[in-house]
């Protein structure tokens, strides 16, 4: 029988019916070790992450399933999709992608897919 100490039973099924390795220091890692290759990329921070850490780390967090747990949830998704769909993507995200496509091979590479 599968046993740990973070059991999840459809792993432990499959690890018994001998569908892969279902404990943890019987995977084998092969290829180049990149656990410390930095590859520059940044996870900024704004408004609505702020927000967010106010709500998980701070004494306000005892308020938190109010947002996170009805309706009012709703408001973050409402903010999201404002914020990148009205904002982010028109006057950053397509311009970045348009100068992408027009001078890397890359870009130029995904023109040549067939569109719809």
Same mark, same amino acid.
């Given at each position: 029988?599968?046993?740990?100490?973070?059991?999840?039973?459809?792993?432990?099924?499959?690890?018994?019916? *001998?569908?892969?390795? *279902?404990?943890?220091?019987?995977?084998?890692?092969?290829?180049?070790?990149?656990?410390?290759?930095?590859? *520059? #990329?940044?996870? *900024?921070?704004?408004?609505?992450?702020?927000?967010?850490?106010?709500?998980?780390?701070?004494?306000?967090?005892?308020?938190?399933?109010? #947002? #996170?747990?009805?309706?009012?949830?709703?408001?973050?998704?409402?903010?999201?999709? #404002?914020?990148?769909?009205?904002?982010?993507?028109?006057?950053?995200?397509?311009?970045?992608?348009?100068?992408?496509?027009?001078?890397?091979?890359?870009?130029?590479?995904?023109?040549?897919?067939?569109?719809?």
């Amino acid at each position: 029988m599968y046993e740990s100490d973070k059991h999840i039973d459809y792993i432990g099924i499959a690890y018994e019916g *001998g569908l892969g390795v *279902g404990k943890i220091e019987e995977i084998e890692v092969i290829g180049e070790d990149i656990s410390v290759m930095d590859l *520059g #990329f940044n996870v *900024g921070d704004n408004f609505a992450s702020h927000f967010g850490d106010l709500l998980w780390f701070s004494p306000f967090k005892k308020i938190q399933k109010i #947002f #996170f747990r009805t309706p009012l949830g709703y408001i973050f998704i409402l903010g999201s999709y #404002f914020y990148y769909d009205w904002t982010w993507w028109p006057f950053v995200g397509k311009p970045l992608m348009e100068k992408i496509r027009a001078n890397t091979e890359w870009g130029r590479f995904s023109d040549r897919y067939p569109s719809g």
